[in-house]
């Protein structure tokens, strides 16, 4: 009990922290930062996938866009027959499938 | 002494010499090695051959018949298996070459199935990676590389089951094993010229087979003739407590009579006008409804139910494949595989919502009670299989078969069995055909029908010219 009584008061306290310094936090957030450091320029982006797979990308985003849109506009009753058929099951006597 | 004529030979004919003991199941299997060991390297066909473990089987087989124990149609006769069906003491690679060591301990539940029936597997035929789990744009998207048609070899087989395919067409094995998601095995079956069997989703067992779509995943046979395809399904399908989703629905395969004039045909027409649809094909499909309406069929011309049948299909496969080959992303392994896109795919699937997925099954759902309604009103759907040859090695499948499969988006959502038929050659001289597909568990009477159409053709006979 007293350890539930201290669990709540260290969270209590944790919470009235994180309010108290948020006002802070956006107030610093809000003031121009001065200029950083000089550092070393950070590592180049990843290159991105050659034309041709970028172009076949945008070609199955696209299909599978449209696939969506005959999805969600193909009208349903609400409730209705379930999607699936949830089974409950029975030991197995080997691994599953690999 | 195994003549060339016997490795094409089918199963009944092959089973009669072995039972008969006139044909040896070791000099049978040393055959077939011999020619794998010719051709397979060049169609890459196969991604593991199998030769000491293919002949200690062949050599049980023959100590069974000479202890006067004949296990059935299947004793001795050779077959190979999709490499992504697992092999205790053979690599399982599931055409990736992340994967290219992976091994596991086990059999897939349709490997002991056939082992058991006495049928001695020859090795591990080549496939599209991931079975095309991740997509795949060009025929090169597999660990052994394209697989060549071998009638010709400068076009592909088709997808994924691709060396099933080859191996079949060239008579490196009686029959193989090959799995389809959409497609995988009514294409090869249709650009390889050999005839295929969709089962009932559930109808076989796919424990030990690599999951690409859960939902999806049918393993079924590739073989010379309707005939050898039932003999096969015979051994491997039934309930199995490995794999939940496997029927107890009884399996009822016996050949039966047709009577034609009995039975309600539908007929699903050639769509000539499709992007990519060639007339020589066309022709092949015209002239197979002409041999069906001569047997004394009368086909009805339908239209399917207007559901969006591909767009719910794609969806969840897509969503299936990238849950099941989730480690792949995780490890960065997805980055080795040979299709450029395939990493990106996750990233795409992201677009999916929740909430995308259960209206996708929900009109899933509808899909199938539309089409249990269709097949209340007929027995059968005749359709092309595709609507033109195999393209070229290095063709972009997205333009060389830019129409879709006719109806295996609705075939493959609803779980539907399907029986893919040579019907003759297109442009090119390079193999078409047409499919059958049933209700649920139909597999006997798709079967029967396409017995009866391969006693008056002889389309399933033809070889390519590879000797």
Redesign the interface.
């Known amino acids: 009990m007293r350890r539930s009584r201290r669990r709540f008061l260290r969270l209590l306290a944790t919470g009235s922290a994180v309010a108290a310094t948020t006002p802070a936090l956006l107030a610093r957030a809000a003031v121009p930062k001065r200029p950083a450091k000089r550092t070393a320029p950070p590592p180049p982006a990843p290159p991105g996938?050659?034309a041709?797979?970028a172009e076949?990308?945008r070609?199955?985003?696209s299909?599978?866009?449209?696939?969506?849109k005959?999805?969600?506009d193909?009208p349903?009753p609400d409730g209705?027959?379930?999607?699936?058929r949830f089974?409950p099951?029975?030991p197995?006597?080997?691994?599953p499938?690999? | 002494m195994i003549g060339p004529e016997l490795l094409h030979a089918d199963i009944a004919e092959l089973s009669g010499g072995i039972r008969a003991r006139r044909i040896s199941p070791v000099e049978l299997a040393e055959a077939f090695l011999q020619r794998i060991r010719r051709f397979a390297p060049e169609l890459n066909a196969f991604e593991t051959v199998a030769a000491d473990e293919a002949l200690l089987q062949a050599r049980l087989a023959e100590g069974d018949l000479r202890a006067g124990h004949w296990r059935g149609a299947l004793h001795g006769i050779p077959w190979a298996a999709k490499d992504l069906l697992a092999t205790a003491g053979l690599r399982t690679t599931w055409g990736a070459a992340p994967l290219q060591e992976q091994a596991f301990d086990h059999d897939a539940t349709v490997v002991t199935r056939l082992r058991e029936a006495g049928a001695v597997l020859l090795g591990k035929t080549a496939m599209i990676e991931l079975a095309g789990g991740l997509g795949y744009r060009f025929a090169d998207a597999s660990l052994s590389g394209p697989a060549r048609n071998p009638w010709n070899r400068e076009h592909w087989t088709g997808g994924s089951s691709s060396g099933s395919g080859a191996a079949v067409a060239a008579g490196l094995a009686t029959f193989a094993l090959g799995t389809e998601t959409w497609g995988s095995i009514l294409c090869p079956s249709a650009f390889c010229g050999i005839t295929g069997l969709r089962p009932t989703y559930g109808r076989v067992s796919r424990a030990g087979a690599m999951a690409c779509a859960w939902t999806f995943d049918k393993v079924g046979p590739m073989a010379r003739s309707a005939a050898d395809c039932r003999a096969v399904l015979q051994a491997i399908a039934g309930a199995d407590p490995d794999d939940p989703s496997s029927s107890a629905e009884p399996v009822e395969l016996r050949s039966r009579r047709v009577e034609p004039a009995r039975l309600r045909v539908a007929l699903f027409p050639f769509d000539a006008a499709a992007k990519g649809a060639e007339t020589e094909a066309h022709a092949a499909y015209e002239a197979a409804l002409a041999e069906l309406r001569a047997a004394g069929f009368v086909l009805e011309t339908v239209t399917l139910p207007d559901l969006p049948a591909a767009e719910v299909a794609s969806v969840l496969i897509m969503i299936e494949a990238v849950s099941s080959f989730e480690r792949l992303f995780a490890n960065g392994d997805v980055r080795r595989l040979r299709d450029a896109c395939a990493p990106f795919q996750r990233e795409i699937a992201a677009d999916v919502s929740g909430t995308d997925v259960v209206r996708a099954g929900r009109i899933r759902r509808r899909l199938q009670e539309r089409m249990a309604d269709f097949f209340a009103a007929h027995d059968v759907l005749v359709a092309p299989n595709f609507l033109s040859t195999a393209p070229r090695l290095d063709a972009d499948l997205n333009q060389a078969l830019p129409y879709g499969d006719p109806v295996g988006a609705i075939g493959n959502a609803c779980g539907l069995p399907a029986l893919a038929l040579p019907c003759g050659f297109g442009r090119g001289h390079l193999p078409v055909g047409f499919q059958l597909v049933g209700p649920p568990w139909s597999e006997g009477l798709l079967l029967d029908l396409g017995e009866l159409y391969q006693r008056r053709t002889r389309w399933h006979d033809e070889r390519p010219p590879l000797d």
């Open positions: 996938p050659p041709a797979v076949e990308l070609r199955q985003r299909a599978l866009t449209d696939a969506l005959r999805i969600r193909f349903l209705g027959e379930p999607a699936g089974e099951l029975g197995r006597r080997r691994g499938r690999p």
